[in-house]
């Protein structure tokens, strides 16, 4: 059984105890424990919030030799390589922190590429 939800299966849990829906139906639904069940109605009752994504980037220490290594690149290049980011922090600033962390605070600050242009990168020869 799983022990962390999805996002839809928590409003799932909201919206079938809305309708009155007993919980151990819904536990059984959703193939989880009915004390997860319990568990996320008491938090969406509590109006608690997950705190998690308000904390700071491991790697924001290192943001400005980022954009620097981003800004020193080539206009036409490819979209950034990660690891050669993180092996350039690594060499040139000692950075001590890891490779998932360089890799979530680039994936956070990076626009996402359209379907379309995503499509055409892979048929486009390099």
Excluded at 36 to 64: I, M, Q, T, W
Excluded at 69 to 85: G, I, Q, S
Aim: some cysteine; hydrophobic content about 35%.
């Amino acid at each position: 059984m799983p022990t962390r939800l999805r996002p839809e299966e928590i409003v799932t849990i909201a919206v079938l105890d809305e309708k009155g829906t007993p919980k151990r139906e819904i536990a059984r639904t959703l193939g989880v424990t009915e004390g997860l069940v319990r568990y996320h109605l008491r938090r969406r009752a509590s109006g608690a919030v997950d705190g998690r994504k308000a904390k700071p980037f491991r790697a924001a220490v290192v943001e400005g030799q980022i954009a620097a290594w981003c800004a020193a690149r080539p206009e036409d290049a490819r979209p950034v390589n990660v690891k050669d980011l993180f092996e350039h922090l690594v060499e040139v600033h000692q950075y001590r922190g890891s490779y998932r962390s360089v890799l979530q605070l680039s994936a956070a600050s990076t626009p996402r590429a359209s379907t379309e242009e995503d499509r055409r990168a892979r048929e486009t020869p390099s």
